[in-house]
């Protein structure tokens, strides 16, 4: 842009007294100052470039620039020029109350962060606002927008980890307030489950606020959102563990949450730090982290809870309900047969009745009849004869039903409480296959015990090391790798077939009777799994007996099969597969 340009720019922003009044930048101008070029600013007089702004949003050039700059190849050096040429755009805001560090932060331009922190340190004698050194900088710091956040809200918000650490060493000794929506910047990175942006404000600042919305702190929000107790989770725990009995505005506790949403790792790192947090009952129904945890399913989860503190088995919430009456409805079968058969804890609960006398086989029995196991439940010597206060007994729910009782249970599924039970107070358990969805299941598990069955057959004529030609017999017959390779091999034939067989019988039987046995199908899954793991060691073991020779290349790919039964064991223990 030339000289008379500029004039003409400067004259179309003068009253009728003479005085600068702010206008609408003009397009030239802010493509200039989106491209980063100072020069035709350079002439201008200060007072026309602070009133060089947007139309709606109020941004100075010096929002425009930083704005239109790209992450990758950010320069500072427009920033720089104009600042000197014009130091109040340092705190000039727009509309929205953000200044030029609010949006450098926001965009993560941590160059441009440093250098509008160091401008700040300067001397400002044009500045009123503004006083000079560590104090401005840190004035400018802790400047809100228009909804309350300071740069470190907008940079932890935006998950910016080099502005947090800038920002928070260049101030670490302020708490930093919540914004309009409640929230600290502790609280939203413990919520945005970014781990260094957690660690970097507890190493850095000296007295970091945790406060987030509804009486939640920044413990409760990574208790629910960080799956693993990582160094983040600890380094949280360590510095605020007296939260760890702050109860939310729903009585919640950060056991609550992390028990109702299956964080493991991170509920056993709580327990470790105060096992009798878990004693807390909520505000709404009394429920306790063992009650979530049961009525969410997690087995895995009680057992931990009645491990560290087991004194907390016979607490029971606003119905009467003790833990095992939520995992009747919400565990699967071998998950319940699991925790009757090793937790006498359990067992003695299950003659307990509610406040309606409803015991947990009662609700079992309402709910679920056609898994009611009679076998376990023979082994804790209940009385099926036993009533509750509607003089209705356990053998007449299974005869009859219990249609009250179980519309009752059916509406915890769907109860969302104020809010906090996002997925409803217990958990519906999902059959795996049903004979409604029997017919798509079984083509997939028929497809892969085929498959399991063609390899076997192959491989038993193509073996490893081949035949000797003049009589046709196996050279590795006497390796016994080789021969536990044919074992392993028949046995996979032997139950991919056999899985075939069952599916092929399960569904005339299905067909015929109309009756689905879920037995039957639970056995073809044992057959295909044993079958696929039979597979596994007929490999290890084939490709073992051909690379003998190179004893360090046959460890390490026979370790490279095994490996398969690690996830294999992990699933079927954790109850992903369940039968």
């Not at 088995?313 to 939520?326: K, M």
């Not at 090793?342 to 679920?368: C, F, M, Q, Y």
């Not at 009859?400 to 599924?413: N, R, T």
């Not at 190179?550 to 996830?567: C, D, K, R």
Request: proline residues 4%.
């Amino acid at each position: 842009m030339n000289p008379v340009s500029i004039e003409i720019e400067e004259a179309s922003l003068l009253d009728n007294n003479g005085e600068i009044s702010q206008s609408q930048i003009d397009p030239i101008l802010f493509k200039v100052a989106a491209a980063g070029n100072s020069e035709p600013f350079k002439d201008m007089a200060r007072e026309v470039i602070e009133s060089l702004l947007t139309a709606k949003t109020k941004n100075t050039i010096l929002h425009i620039s930083i704005i239109s700059q790209e992450r990758e190849n950010v320069s500072t050096k427009f920033v720089a020029e104009i600042l000197e040429k014009c130091p109040s755009l340092l705190l000039q805001v727009n509309a929205k109350g953000d200044t030029p560090l609010n949006v450098a932060a926001k965009f993560g331009h941590s160059d441009i962060v440093r250098v509008l922190v160091e401008r700040a340190k300067l001397p400002q004698p044009e500045n009123e606002e503004l006083e000079s050194g560590v104090g401005a900088a840190r004035q400018m710091i802790r400047m809100t927008n228009n909804e309350k956040n300071t740069a470190l809200h907008e940079a932890v918000c935006h998950q910016n980890v080099d502005v947090v650490e800038i920002l928070t060493k260049e101030d670490p000794d302020y708490p930093y307030s919540a914004n309009n929506y409640g929230k600290t910047p502790l609280y939203m990175a413990a919520e945005s489950r970014c781990s260094n942006m957690v660690l970097a404000l507890l190493e850095n600042s000296t007295s970091v606020s945790h406060e987030g919305p509804n009486g939640k702190t920044a413990l409760h929000a990574a208790a629910m959102e960080f799956p693993f107790a990582n160094a983040a989770f600890q380094k949280l725990l360590e510095e605020k563990k007296n939260l760890i009995k702050e109860t939310d505005q729903y009585g919640w506790t950060p056991i609550h949450y992390a028990a109702y949403h299956g964080n493991y790792w991170t509920i056993k790192l709580l327990l470790e730090t105060d096992q009798s947090a878990s004693n807390i009952a909520d505000k709404d129904r009394k429920m306790t982290a063992l009650h979530l945890a049961a009525g969410q399913g997690h087995a895995k989860i009680v057992k931990e809870i009645l491990s560290v503190n087991p004194e907390c088995y016979e607490l029971v919430d606003n119905r009467g309900w003790n833990f095992l009456h939520y995992a009747m409805v919400s565990f699967h079968v071998g998950q319940l047969r699991n925790l009757l058969e090793n937790n006498p804890l359990a067992r003695s609960l299950i003659d307990e009745g509610d406040a309606k006398g409803n015991t947990p086989l009662h609700v079992l029995a309402a709910v679920r009849p056609k898994e009611f196991d009679v076998d376990l439940v023979r082994k804790t010597q209940t009385n099926y004869d036993a009533v509750n206060k509607q003089n209705v007994s356990v053998r007449h729910i299974l005869d009859y039903g219990y249609p009250e009782l179980k519309k009752e249970i059916q509406k915890l599924s769907k109860d969302v409480g104020r809010g906090q039970y996002s997925k409803g107070v217990r958990r519906v358990v999902q059959k795996c296959v049903t004979k409604e969805n029997y017919k798509d299941t079984r083509a997939s598990h028929l497809v892969v015990a085929a498959l399991i069955a063609t390899v076997a057959f192959a491989a038993a004529f193509t073996i490893p090391g081949g035949y000797r030609s003049e009589n046709g017999t196996a050279i590795l017959r006497r390796n016994k790798a080789f021969q536990l390779f044919m074992v392993a091999d028949s046995i996979a034939m032997a139950f991919s077939l056999s899985a075939v067989v069952t599916h092929f019988w399960l569904s005339y039987v299905t067909e015929e009777t109309k009756d689905f046995n879920e037995d039957l199908f639970h056995a073809s899954i044992w057959f295909t799994l044993l079958s696929m793991g039979a597979m596994v060691i007929a490999f290890v073991t084939g490709t073992y007996a051909m690379l003998a020779p190179s004893l360090g290349l046959a460890i390490i790919t026979s370790l490279i099969g095994l490996s398969f039964f690690f996830p294999a064991i992990s699933l079927i223990r954790n109850n992903q597969i369940v039968f």
